[in-house]
């Protein structure tokens, strides 16, 4: 037996530690929720006005005592800050029971969410008392599926809500924001809070309005863009948030470890005529692109013939590595890699090139090189002339220092025609720099950019899909150039050029809380990173019953066909008997192609992925029918409450 797992059996995990330190509260919330029960409606709305007023009260003694002792700014604020904390915990236990006294008035009634009548149904079980308590002091809850974090969430919420320094609840989608802050808002508004909601289609003056609520729900990206367009604000009534005081992340490894190094980034117009360059050089291009899909379609073809060859193999290995390097996402390349020689056989060359120091000679046969891994493509002296056969001079940029000399040494000409001259110099210079680059962006949206995707074409538009999520991220552009191309790529109206303006990683956002904490079904496996990053502790919350679910090891097929064959097969036996199914997948294609399969094999069924996005309330309400067969992006993986029927 490990070290590691002998000290867990002998001493326990760190969360069963701290949940130990902690379960005294369950019995102390109980009883107070219990104690409540002779109060009437407006007696809860009246008590939560009165902690409302002695946290103020604690946090105006906290100030005046910082005054007198003189103390400076970062020593007061950290003094105000543990006085507010201190009366939160004094006011923990009956601000929990108060929210679970409320839940428990509130079953059997109704609410509208999302257009459709909800009737509640829930009540804080004694576990879930705890999750809460491991959010409030800013950890992680680790929580298993179903256990109903949205829920856990609603104590710890309320009770930082009564500073009214405002508390931000993180959702992966719009969706989930719109439908938490409706549902959840019920028990709030019960209380006397208010609640708001940030949506990607609101207006400035709108989100103003719903941050000035105690409790506001958005994703990652909303309160991320909107702080930097508060950065970027001219006067201070155009900023719409109050602060960074407590945030509770919903699928907190999604948001702050996969996401985590994701620049949001806000850019703007520039005054240039790039998309009248772009249009020009698409077509060269295109060209380009098409004479290298023959050579790698020809290389393919001898590696097809040959590939059982022993006596051949660095030969057979280096067409390989030529292909991987000409075209990485070639469908007939890919089906190829999905065999474990082949893919050894490949390994085996790429490290021989690499010791022998010839790598580079790998790619002479091709037009362009491109790196997968790093994004850059190398077009070759080949390629060159496919793009342009007439003019040997096309891709020289003039050296600006040497060019500079030559003119300052002509004595012939005055200093004015000298500065006239060294002006035309650095316009060719710029011309050339801007169209190589243009080009080296056509040539990565042909070459590393996927239709349907990495981005969709709707209503001839080039939309981005978000890669962790499977949504369409609306009025988001690539940058430098590279949305341009994309669009020349498509041939749909290529928009105009913009520049950054702003820009902060989610990492450094999250950061600036005071307080954070954060909830998901599979925390452990990144407890090291949040613990060095943000400083959260994750805490594993026991589930409420004995989890009777089998989960099943995974299989692995030799090839994406069978893959999917098996996937048809194993709905089709679901299907039959009255089973739902959700089928997740990893971009709109796959979707899109097991849709096809699936009407084929005349089995009914719904889509979910960017391009159905408005239809996202509707399915997942039929999701869980007898029969569904849904089949999803990621976009419906995270935190969608897919209720089974009976």
């Not at 109704?110 to 800013?138: I, R, Y």
């Not at 028990?187 to 609520?213: D, E, H, W």
């Not at 000399?405 to 004595?411: A, G, P, Q, S, Y």
């Amino acid at each position: 037996m490990r070290l590691d797992k002998y000290l867990v059996r002998l001493f326990g995990s760190s969360s069963d530690r701290y949940l130990k330190k902690i379960k005294h509260i369950i019995p102390e919330i109980n009883d107070a929720c219990e104690g409540m029960n002779g109060l009437s409606d407006d007696d809860l709305r009246a008590r939560t006005q009165e902690m409302i007023a002695f946290i103020a009260k604690s946090r105006n003694d906290a100030k005046e005592q910082v005054e007198k002792n003189g103390l400076s700014s970062e020593a007061a604020d950290s003094a105000i800050y543990e006085a507010e904390q201190a009366a939160l915990e004094s006011l923990k236990i009956e601000a929990f029971a108060l929210v679970k006294q409320t839940c428990k008035r509130l079953m059997g009634t109704t609410a509208k969410v999302m257009g459709n009548d909800l009737e509640w149904n829930m009540v804080p079980f004694d576990v879930q008392l705890l999750g809460a308590d491991v959010l409030h002091n800013g950890n992680i809850a680790e929580m298993k599926t179903g256990e109903g974090k949205t829920l856990v969430a609603t104590m710890p919420i309320f009770l930082n809500a009564l500073t009214g320094r405002g508390v931000h609840v993180v959702t992966v989608n719009d969706y989930l924001a719109e439908r938490d802050a409706e549902w959840m808002g019920v028990i709030y508004n019960f209380l006397g809070l208010t609640v708001g909601k940030i949506l990607n289609s609101m207006p400035p003056t709108q989100r103003k309005q719903q941050y000035a609520c105690d409790i506001v729900y958005g994703t990652n990206n909303e309160f991320g863009f909107d702080y930097l367009r508060d950065n970027m604000a001219v006067h201070h009534e155009h900023m719409v948030q109050r602060g960074h005081y407590y945030a509770i992340v919903d699928e907190v490894d999604s948001v702050l470890v996969d996401e985590a190094r994701t620049p949001l980034i806000i850019s703007g117009p520039v005054q240039s005529n790039t998309h009248e360059l772009f249009k020009k050089l698409q077509p060269q291009v295109d060209r380009l692109v098409r004479a290298q899909k023959r050579k790698v379609n020809q290389l393919l073809d001898e590696i097809a013939n040959t590939a059982d060859d022993k006596e051949h193999e660095l030969e057979i290995g280096t067409k390989l590595l030529q292909v991987q390097h000409g075209e990485p996402k070639n469908p007939r390349f890919l089906k190829l890699m999905q065999q474990g020689d082949i893919q050894d056989k490949l390994f085996r060359t790429e490290n021989y090139y690499m010791q022998e120091k010839r790598l580079h000679e790998v790619d002479d046969f091709l037009l362009y090189a491109i790196d997968e891994k790093n994004h850059t493509i190398v077009i070759s002296d080949e390629g060159r002339k496919v793009l342009n056969p007439e003019d040997p001079e096309y891709f020289v940029i003039p050296d600006i220092g040497d060019e500079f000399v030559k003119v300052d040494e002509d004595t012939a000409l005055s200093e004015e025609d000298k500065q006239i001259a060294k002006n035309e110099i650095q316009k060719k210079h710029s011309q050339k720099s801007e169209m190589i680059h243009n080009i080296t962006q056509l040539l990565r949206a042909y070459a590393l950019y996927e239709k349907d995707v990495e981005y969709v074409v709707k209503d001839g538009k080039v939309l981005i899909v978000d890669e962790f999520t499977g949504r369409i991220l609306p009025g988001r552009r690539y940058s430098d150039g590279l949305h341009q191309a994309i669009e020349a790529k498509e041939r749909v109206r290529i928009e105009g050029e913009n520049q950054t303006l702003a820009t902060i990683t989610l990492q450094n956002y999250f950061r600036m809380y005071d307080k954070l904490a954060g909830m998901t079904g599979t925390a452990a496996t990144e407890a090291s990173e949040f613990e060095q990053i943000y400083s959260l502790e994750v805490v594993s919350v026991p589930t409420n019953q004995p989890v009777v679910r089998v989960d099943h090891d995974d299989r692995i097929y030799k090839s994406r066909t069978a893959k999917h064959q098996a996937i048809i097969n194993e709905i089709s036996d679901c299907f039959k008997k009255g089973q739902p199914v959700l089928v997740g997948t990893i971009s709109v294609e796959i979707s899109e192609m097991l849709s096809k399969n699936l009407k084929r094999a005349g089995i009914p069924h719904n889509v979910l992925n960017a391009k159905q996005h408005q239809r996202e309330a509707e399915v997942v309400a039929l999701a869980g029918q007898r029969s569904a067969v849904t089949i999803a992006t990621n976009m419906a993986g995270r935190g969608t409450d897919i209720k089974i029927t009976d």
